[in-house]
């Protein structure tokens, strides 16, 4: 294809550093907005900082994209778990060690990140051996992900051999808990998971619970007041980020009200636009203001909003027109993870994978086939369907992100 790259990601790049310099888009929230000095913990945060400037960042990215191939930039963006690495002993198998599938797969289809479960972590000694070997099958650095919300949701503190925190459930912070306990915890799960090698947690759950019948979030949400979840939301980005690891908020648009089970069916909710945005908005535009890393889109579907039963994972106006547009996020979109029964039941993995990220989104999270997922991307590239200009916008986030973090650091 006749691109002119280099002209469309300076153009990228002016555009983002913009956004950066008025507040929108990735990072630190302003100085008032930051937590005190003499918080418990705030010295130790600060000390952690190490990361790259976003500006930096972005210029950085623009420059490794320079000698990227199609293939290398379309497997940045997916993230997956290890069976779909090494398939040979099926969807769950408990796999603790890094296999020579796995290190074939990882240059196979460039992939962007990992996400490792409570089944691939068994102890301290392990967990760090097991990153550090994918880290070092694959050219460009990897997300190394966990989902680490605290409570129920604890991947690793729930495992006593490895000796972090355990948290209460959100429910329960939200009920006897203030903003400054929150920032600490979102501190201190960053700086436990960074020292095994994470540096991103799929946390926090900024969905307002409203419905009791809600089975999916139950005790993961801090609460059914808007303006109290968005400032514990707020409070936990700024303490796990200041520790250079990536927060990410979720589920997009919000699934607080919903009665049903993303994992195994359709679920669609009877909110309207005034609905979300005086309810389920307010956590997630706090958490964006906060300077959120990633958002995770779910996979409900708004009827309501959208006249379709499209899923929010693969909506153009839930994620670019809403979630980009009104709301001014400027960072990763991630979609929940595509294994799920509301998605497999409905499309292929290529579908769902195109679907997504025609959408909006930047990185597809488990896709159910990787290798049919990855194809369809690359094919809908080479026949023009998802344009250079497009991929390279999703692949300049994902790498500023890993330059801004430390994931990836500038050659002398």
């Not at 930039?73 to 398939?87: P, R, S, T, Y």
């Not at 926090?204 to 109290?228: H, M």
Request: with cysteine; net charge negative; aromatic share 8%.
């Amino acid at each position: 294809m006749n691109i002119n790259k280099h002209g469309f990601i300076k153009a990228i790049y002016s555009v983002l550093l913009c956004i950066c310099l008025t507040g929108c888009a990735l990072g630190h929230g302003s100085e008032e907005d930051k937590i005190p000095e003499n918080s418990p913990g705030a010295e130790d945060v600060q000390e952690e900082s190490t990361g790259m400037d976003y500006d930096e960042a972005v210029e950085a990215a623009a420059e490794y994209m320079k000698n990227m191939t199609i293939e290398e930039k379309a497997g940045q963006l997916f993230i997956v778990n290890l069976e779909l690495l090494d398939q040979r002993n099926g969807n769950y198998y408990e796999w603790k060690k890094c296999t020579k599938a796995m290190k074939k797969a990882i240059n196979k289809y460039h992939i962007g990140g990992v996400i490792l479960f409570s089944r691939n972590i068994a102890g301290r000694k392990q967990t760090q051996k097991l990153i550090n070997r994918l880290n070092e099958s694959s050219p460009v650095p990897l997300f190394i992900t966990v989902d680490e919300e605290g409570g129920d949701v604890a991947r690793i503190a729930n495992n006593g051999r490895m000796g972090t925190t355990v948290f209460p459930t959100m429910e329960e912070i939200g009920n006897t808990k203030d903003v400054s306990y929150v920032y600490d915890m979102g501190a201190t799960i960053g700086s436990e998971i960074k020292e095994l090698g994470f540096n991103v947690d799929f946390a926090p759950v900024a969905d307002v619970k409203t419905s009791e019948l809600n089975l999916e979030i139950g005790t993961r949400s801090f609460g059914g007041e808007p303006g109290k979840v968005a400032d514990f939301v707020s409070a936990f980005v700024k303490g796990m980020q200041e520790q250079n690891v990536s927060a990410t908020l979720k589920h997009f648009p919000g699934q607080g009200s919903s009665s049903g089970d993303t994992h195994i069916e359709s679920v669609n909710i009877d909110s309207s636009i005034t609905g979300l945005r005086k309810n389920d908005f307010v956590p997630f535009e706090a958490g964006i203001d906060a300077g959120a890393d990633f958002v995770m889109v779910s996979h409900i579907s708004v009827s309501k909003v959208t006249e379709t039963s499209q899923p929010a994972s693969m909506s153009g106006l839930i994620m670019d027109t809403i979630l980009r547009g009104e709301l001014g996020f400027q960072g990763i979109i991630i979609t929940d993870a595509m294994d799920m029964a509301s998605i497999t039941s409905n499309y292929t993995s290529a579908e769902a994978a195109y679907g997504a990220i025609n959408g909006g989104a930047d990185i597809v999270l488990m896709p159910h086939d990787l290798e049919m997922a990855y194809n369809e991307i690359i094919n809908k590239i080479n026949f023009g369907k998802i344009s250079e200009e497009r991929l390279d916008a999703s692949v300049l986030r994902i790498l500023a992100v890993k330059y801004m973090r430390g994931i990836m650091k500038v050659e002398e």
